[in-house]
């Protein structure tokens, strides 16, 4: 079953079983928790690390995976990130003010030399370690068999036919006739993870069928959904724009290619019998002096004529002493005026040369909560670590090339930030991921979670 938290199932005691395993944990016991083949342990496991992180320092593994006899001491160098030679000490200093927990899943297939390692630890640590193991029927008997005490056994159990319907209902979103129920309870077993399985694929409308239509033996399930009204009223609504839009520019009949050129006949004002001809008219003087240029300014008082003013009159001596002893140049200031346009564009064209190497060299930047919020509910990560250091946080995405993002929540009244690698189209895609994880990041035990859950946190 499904360890991520829009899978979890509160009834048939589930939510008392994760009371269980929290509070074994919080005083230090060691408890296993026994069920077969797709009775949800995993997804328990999982619902009680997120439960447990108040002042618990939380280890997770998976014994499926390859390991040795020192995986619980690997799992703890990796933890904390430290070398062998480093970890009593950080052992004493961290359990000085807070508990470690030691999750395992897949139990059965713990080797004997692990088991021996974690029994000799907890010998070492007491009531600051707890267990918490997870696996088939017999997992137990298998750890007692390593002088390893258990405090407790907790046995799974598989979904009543009344449960079954609860299930489909709050988990897939399924509505189950009796009978429907009856046939998927005896193909699950009542086992989450089969009954998942069968109802993942079915619409979450049933499908209304006259009596005698349903065949032996089937699930009489909607066999589409509701249609979307709202998406083909939006497409009726473009249709008839792009009919009127057609009938206001179109024009033209059917089979005219070329488009008709109209002539507007503007009615021509008639003219005055005394208003002079066009041809007689004399053009105005002009009354305006013009501009002097900036050229002139090297010859105060003289044109390129030679001896005419700014008005076209000429120029004795006299009045050209004086307009030499009146005229003054004064330097242009504004530096505006001053800078070469040559010089400017260069400018330009280099700062933004250097500004767009600046963007090209830029670090890519770690995603968080307002990313998240824009994908869709449908999308896929792998949840790959929780921890309470952001610092911590942000190296983790580095080791992924941060592919991935970081968001911040609550776990019992405690800020923590939560490490996700993604996004992922499907959810059997998240889990082919995990093999392209690092290796220290894979062995931590990712598990996949859907942005619908997740939401639910940012």
Known sequence: MSTDGSRFYRGASRAEY????????????TAVLEGDAGSGVSCLLGQAVMALFEGM????????????????????????????????????????????????????????????????????????????????????????????????????????VEEVTAFADQVAGVTL??????????????????????????????????????????????????????????????????????????????????????????????????QADPEEITPLKPTMKPVARLEDLNKPGRREDGGADAGGEPVDAAQRDRADSDVQVTAVTDPIMQSAPAEKA??????????????????????????????????????VMVTGDEAKARAVLDQIKRHGAYYSALRNGKSVFLVLAGDYASRQAAEDARASLPERLRAAGPFPRQMAAIRKEL
Request: with cysteine.
């Open 57 to 160: 320092e939380i280890i997770r593994i998976d014994a499926a995976e390859s390991h040795d006899g020192g995986v619980v001491v690997e799992a703890l160098l990796r933890h904390f990130d430290i070398e062998r030679p480093q970890l009593a000490d950080v052992l004493r200093d961290t359990l000085a003010n807070s508990r470690l927990t030691v999750v395992v899943d897949n139990a059965e297939e713990l080797l004997d030399e692990a088991l021996m390692t974690m029994g000799s630890l907890k010998q070492k640590l007491g009531g600051r370690l707890a267990y918490l193991f997870g696996g088939l029927p017999g997992a137990a008997e298998k750890i007692k068999g390593a002088d390893l005490l258990v405090d407790d056994v907790l046995d799974l159990p598989a979904l009543s």
């Open 18 to 29: 994760l009371d269980a395993l929290c509070g074994h944990a919080s005083q230090g016991s």
């Open 346 to 383: 260069a400018s330009s064209s280099t700062r933004s040369a250097s500004e767009s190497r600046k963007s090209d060299t830029a670090e890519p930047v770690y995603h968080q909560a307002s990313w998240l919020k824009g994908l869709a509910d449908s999308r896929w990560f792998l949840q």
């Open 177 to 274: 006739s009796e009978e429907d129920a009856v046939s998927v309870h005896e193909e699950s077993h009542g086992l989450p993870g089969i009954l998942l399985e069968l109802l993942q694929d079915m619409p979450s409308a049933p499908l209304v069928m006259a009596p005698g239509e349903r065949q032996e033996g089937a699930v009489s399930m909607a066999a589409a959904r509701a249609l979307p009204w709202r998406h083909v009223a939006a497409v009726a609504g473009l249709l008839v724009l792009l009919v009127i839009i057609w009938s206001a520019f179109g024009g033209g009949q059917e089979g005219d290619s070329a488009p008709v050129s109209r002539q507007l006949a503007l009615p021509v004002p008639k003219q005055d019998a005394t």
